[in-house]
């Protein structure tokens, strides 16, 4: 014997706004979850904050409107070319820093006085001929207004870098690195790539932030470029598939670490890949080739220990 149920009005009312409360809610996105991290509202906003484009930190360097140009003359004939910009944070302070390099000067030189020898060999670029690194510095003062940044500060040299007279080229594949010291300061490691007779050659260009000269208003020395180093070699481009010489590739990993004995921090590549190891022969890339730099306080530069 079987029964059948019917369910009430009351019921088939109570059913139906239950049904639709539960559809309501899956139809409706969920809310994003405030982070409870410090300061991650105040990250959030300043990521959403476009910084200062290229030909905003070209004019502010070199008081010249380059029309939307990144590589023009300035003066005494030298030629600019953005390199470089990152935002970063110090101290609950957002930055953003745009770097360029520059060529020496060039002087009209009167006719007659050099011979075509000479002339010849100043203008001659090789791999001894650096170029000047600068930047401009900009703070993050309202992220909602039209002119969120705030010019802060440039500095007309922090360094000499590259080689042929043109600096390092930035390698977009892979993001620069961070590492913040005891004291404060920031080391910024820039990746970089060249290419030079079939060698592909990648590395980082080390630049430090110290802060403190900066609030204090100290002329000189906010960016110091450090150094490079090279992390990995690619030679497809020259061994022809091995018929002119073994092919190899290699890469390396960056690893910072304080040793307690300065601020600077000590940089270790720890390579992988292949490398020649003899005629027709090649071998891998292991511990026995950690490259360690430290900083030498003497030449404010890294060198291998």
Not at 145 to 171: C, H, L, N, Q
Not at 279 to 295: C, E, H, I, M, S
Request: charged share 20%; hydrophobic share 35%.
């Amino acid at each position: 014997m079987t029964s059948s149920l019917k369910a009430s009005p009351t019921l088939r009312a109570t059913l139906a706004g239950l049904l639709a409360v539960a559809f309501a809610a899956l139809a409706t996105p969920p809310a994003a979850v405030a982070s409870d991290a410090p300061g991650s509202s105040s990250r959030q906003a300043a990521a959403a904050v476009a910084p200062p484009d290229a030909r905003t930190v070209m004019a502010t360097i070199f008081d010249i409107d380059g029309k939307g140009e990144t590589t023009y003359e300035v003066e005494n004939g030298r030629i600019a070319t953005y390199w470089f910009g990152h935002a970063f944070e110090s101290e609950g302070t957002h930055y953003y820093t745009g770097f360029a390099w520059e060529t020496a000067a060039r002087y009209a030189k009167p006719a007659g006085n050099q011979t075509d020898t000479q002339v010849e060999s100043e203008e001659e670029a090789g791999p001894g001929t650096r170029v000047n690194l600068t930047e401009a510095t900009f703070v993050l003062t309202d992220p909602a207004s039209d002119k969120p940044w705030k010019f802060r500060g440039m500095e007309p040299t922090i360094g000499e870098f590259g080689a042929y007279e043109r600096g390092e080229d930035v390698d977009t594949r892979r993001k620069p690195l961070e590492h913040r010291t005891p004291a404060g300061k920031l080391l910024l490691a820039v990746p970089t790539t060249s290419f030079d007779n079939g060698i592909t050659s990648d590395g980082y260009a080390l630049l430090v932030f110290n802060p403190e000269r900066l609030k204090n208003d100290i002329d000189g020395h906010v960016w110091t470029y450090v150094g490079g180093v090279l992390t990995g070699e690619d030679n497809s481009a020259a061994c022809a598939d091995g018929d002119v010489m073994p092919c190899t590739s290699s890469q390396g990993e960056l690893v910072f670490s304080q040793d307690g004995r300065q601020d600077m921090p000590t940089v270790t590549v720890k390579p992988s890949g292949t490398t020649i190891s003899g005629p027709n022969k090649t071998r891998q890339l292991g511990a026995a080739d950690v490259t360690v730099y430290v900083f030498d306080p003497a030449t404010k530069a890294y060198v291998t220990k």
